[in-house]
């Protein structure tokens, strides 16, 4: 099974700052198969991004992926009061398996 | 616009069987490329992928759940199911249904049901 660990646990910053969040594999994800979700208090995850890089529908341009092999980000380029919230990574190289989340919170 | 609704009972008892149904309207089940799949989240295990299954009734399913898990599709109905068998307190989450691009990641979520499982 490929673990997925998503860095920081926690993420501190103003409205308007730019975020960086992280998801490292225990192996090499094939094909660039992972997907970024964005979930908030109460709701179920939303896709962001999928095939590493690709916007979902709807998804605005602040947010894009990037990384290849077992090291992969999600940056979100300015923040806005509604990205507040909890992000996963997920890969589908081999079975199905998810990050535990990075919380990107208020400063 | 696609929508995915689960139902079930919100309390089970220990070693009985969870059983939820998760009906989708908006599109069809039978629409190719696309599986439909649950995915549980709790505190202690975060987001587990449980299984999916095609229109065609063929399966997959996580191999940490055992052979526990059963998962259909009534394609007349369109909606798909999941059966946990021998549920323990481990087994309390919020339980998802969700669409998957070919066995990829989900495009589209339901909302999600909370399943605790005490006596």
């Known amino acids: 099974e490929i673990v997925l660990t998503q860095s920081p646990g926690t993420l501190s910053l103003s409205p308007g700052e730019r975020g960086t969040l992280s998801c490292r594999a225990s192996?090499?994800?094939?094909?660039?198969?992972l997907a970024w979700y964005q979930q908030k208090p109460g709701q179920a995850p939303r896709l962001l991004i999928y095939?590493?890089?690709t916007r979902a529908t709807g998804i605005p341009d602040r947010f894009s992926g990037s990384g290849s092999g077992t090291d992969f980000t999600l940056t979100i380029g300015k923040l806005e009061p509604e990205d507040f919230a909890v992000y996963y990574c997920?890969?589908?190289?081999?079975?199905?398996?998810f990050g535990g989340g990075t919380k990107v919170e208020i400063k | 616009q696609l929508q995915l609704q689960e139902s079930g009972p919100g309390l089970v008892k220990p070693s009985e069987t969870l059983s939820l149904i998760c009906a989708v309207s908006?599109?069809?089940?039978?629409?190719?490329?696309?599986?439909w799949g649950w995915i549980r989240q709790s505190p202690t295990m975060g987001l587990e992928w449980i299984g999916s299954?095609?229109?065609?009734?063929?399966?997959y399913y996580n191999p940490s759940l055992g052979s526990r898990v059963t998962m259909s599709v009534d394609t007349a109905k369109n909606q798909f199911s999941l059966n946990v068998s021998s549920v323990t307190a481990a087994d309390t989450a919020v339980y998802y249904c969700?669409?998957?691009?070919?066995?990829?990641?989900?495009?589209?979520w339901g909302q999600g049901t909370l399943v605790t499982v005490s006596s």
């Open positions: 299954v095609y229109s065609s009734g063929t399966t």
């Open positions: 095939g590493v890089s």
């Open positions: 969700g669409r998957q691009r070919n066995f990829d990641y989900i495009d589209f």
């Open positions: 908006g599109g069809s089940i039978s629409r190719s490329s696309y599986h």
């Open positions: 192996q090499t994800i094939n094909s660039g198969y």
């Open positions: 997920q890969q589908y190289g081999s079975s199905l398996t």
